[in-house]
């Protein structure tokens, strides 16, 4: 059963592309969680209670091995942040702990604003 | 991929061909416009060029289907030639922006000064330019056609930043 999606909670974007973020200060570029051009939707894993190996562990098994390329980091972010810009995070399994962020706009400009937006509230860590 | 390097604000460097006539004003024009030819060899040209062989690189890494280990579309050659075409008309006193791939085949242009201060123009060969800034707590985001030259919106935002 899929457990609700806590306000408290927070999510990861893991990030397989060297250019969506700042190696000089350590920040995410807003392409990192622009949504998916197939289905409007962004891929997070929910990281509640999870140690920051089985964090990693995760994006090595799930996300890595889709392309033959290192996962180099990830993006965590609040339910809060993301809900506080009109959208919605659906539970989406399988993989386990799996959620899409939803209900983006039609308009590519605004999409990007709140990529920005949401870029701006992530903390981006490095593998 | 390099952050953006600030040029010196050089927008008080400018001429007007009727403030001057006579011989000795087209000589000292000449001397002008060639010192500022020179100048902008010195101090832009070589991160201009740095900044297209990003572009040409970011093509290559970015031309399979899901290259971002999601469902990334292919950024295909009449998007890399939009982007250089953007980059090539900035004028001067602007930093060169970094260039981010995005998810839906199109290139972003980012200018970034901190959290909170970011402005991305982005092309996908389509002759327009989506735009998005968030400059403290203001925002701005719409769409403008990419003609012969930047639109004037662009470059407004753009000073809004620099």
Not at chain 2, 41 to 59: H, I, P, Q, W, Y
Not at chain 2, 83 to 92: C, D, G, M, T, V
Request: proline share 7%; hydrophobic share 35%; aromatic share 10%.
């Amino acid at each position: 059963m899929l457990v609700p999606i806590a306000t408290s909670e927070t999510l990861s974007r893991f990030i397989l592309q060297k250019n969506w973020y700042r190696p000089s200060d350590s920040t995410v570029k807003y392409a990192t969680f622009m949504p998916n051009p197939n289905n409007g939707q962004t891929s997070v894993f929910r990281i509640y209670g999870l140690s920051d190996k089985e964090v990693w562990d995760i994006g090595e098994l799930e996300v890595a091995p889709r392309l033959v390329k290192p996962v180099l980091g990830r993006a965590d972010i609040g339910v809060s942040n993301v809900m506080e810009k009109g959208l919605k995070i659906l539970p989406s399994e399988p993989p386990k702990r799996h959620a899409n962020i939803e209900g983006w706009p039609e308009e590519k400009s605004e999409q990007t604003l709140i990529a920005i937006e949401l870029a701006a509230k992530s903390i981006f860590l490095k593998r | 991929m390099s952050a953006p390097i600030p040029r010196t604000d050089c927008t008080s460097i400018s001429i007007s061909p009727t403030i001057g006539f006579g011989s000795e004003f087209n000589t000292l024009k000449k001397f002008y416009d060639q010192a500022i030819s020179e100048w902008r060899k010195a101090e832009t040209l070589g991160r201009l060029d740095e900044v297209l062989n990003s572009v040409d690189e970011l093509c290559r890494e970015c031309s399979l289907e899901g290259w971002d280990g999601y469902d990334a579309i292919p950024i295909a050659e009449d998007t890399c030639y939009e982007a250089k075409r953007f980059i090539k008309s900035l004028p001067i006193n602007f930093p060169m922006p970094e260039i981010v791939p995005e998810p839906n085949g199109g290139i972003g242009l980012e200018w970034s000064k901190g959290n909170r201060q970011v402005f991305v123009a982005s092309v996908s060969g389509k002759t327009q330019i989506v735009y998005a800034g968030l400059f403290g707590i203001n925002k701005t985001h719409g769409t403008e056609y990419f003609g012969d030259s930047l639109p004037s919106t662009i470059i407004e935002n753009l000073r809004r930043l620099y």
